[in-house]
């Protein structure tokens, strides 16, 4: 298995609601990544987990809180979410956080949708 | 910092011309280089890489020389085709560091 696989692939949810982000992955990945990518844009990194444990979170508002339940599982909460939010949820993984060489494999995305 | 600049696009081109699009980096040390490709609606894939000093990446007719002398990595093919149209991303790896990207290239190929 060399994918990254997220769900739910497309997501519409009010500035009220809770809801959560799925991204799954089978390589024995130990660096799992969030990022936010807005139109036109390149993706901006949101979270970095190494080894289950957060290691960077690159000053991102509360509303949005990471999970990692374990080495192949990692969660994007959201709550309470402005229309600005509105992008497409980047997940990814790479095989450590200092391999230099094997770059990262991302998955499809979330398109999320604020209204 | 770490940087990585790519040319504007759109670039827009008929099929079976040539491609380069630039790429040129700012960073310390040894970064690996790296190619990602993103088709219209789906996430990133990675297109090549090349981790040292003149090394070629290849892969799907596409190629890149690691230049450290100039801190270039453009991507180039030879004959493009109609389903090449994507945005492209050049990104740098730098130890102990994330990976930075450029600002991305659309690329439209005509029939």
């Known amino acids: 298995d060399t994918e990254v696989t997220q769900t739910p692939k497309h997501l519409v949810m009010g500035m009220t609601n809770k809801k959560s982000l799925k991204c799954e992955q089978h390589?024995?990945?130990?660096?799992m990544y969030w990022y936010k990518q807005k139109a036109k844009k390149p993706p901006e990194l949101m979270f970095v987990?190494?080894?289950?444990?957060?290691?960077i979170n690159e000053s991102v508002p509360s509303r949005f809180s990471p999970e990692c339940p374990n080495s192949s599982l990692l969660n994007l909460h959201l709550h309470a979410l402005q229309p600005e939010d509105s992008a497409l949820y980047l997940c990814?993984?790479?095989?450590?956080?200092?391999?230099?060489?094997?770059?990262?494999?991302f998955g499809s995305g979330t398109r999320l949708t604020v209204v | 910092g770490d940087s990585v600049t790519q040319m504007e696009g759109p670039v827009t081109l008929s099929e079976e011309a040539f491609l380069t699009i630039n790429c040129t980096y700012t960073?310390?040390?040894?970064?690996?280089l790296f190619w990602y490709v993103q088709y219209p609606g789906e996430g990133l894939q990675l297109l090549l890489k090349a981790t040292k000093a003149d090394d070629k990446g290849s892969n799907k007719g596409f190629e890149a020389t690691y230049r450290k002398e100039t801190t270039s990595f453009h991507l180039e093919k030879g004959s493009v085709q109609v389903s090449d149209s994507a945005v492209y991303f050049c990104?740098?790896?730098?130890?102990?560091?994330?990976?930075?990207f450029g600002g991305g290239t659309r690329l439209m190929v005509k029939p």
């Open positions: 990104a740098l790896y730098n130890a102990g560091n994330m990976l930075t």
């Open positions: 960073a310390t040390g040894y970064p690996s």
């Open positions: 990814a993984s790479s095989q450590n956080p200092r391999d230099r060489g094997g770059g990262y494999t």
């Open positions: 390589m024995g990945h130990r660096a």
């Open positions: 987990y190494s080894y289950e444990k957060l290691s």
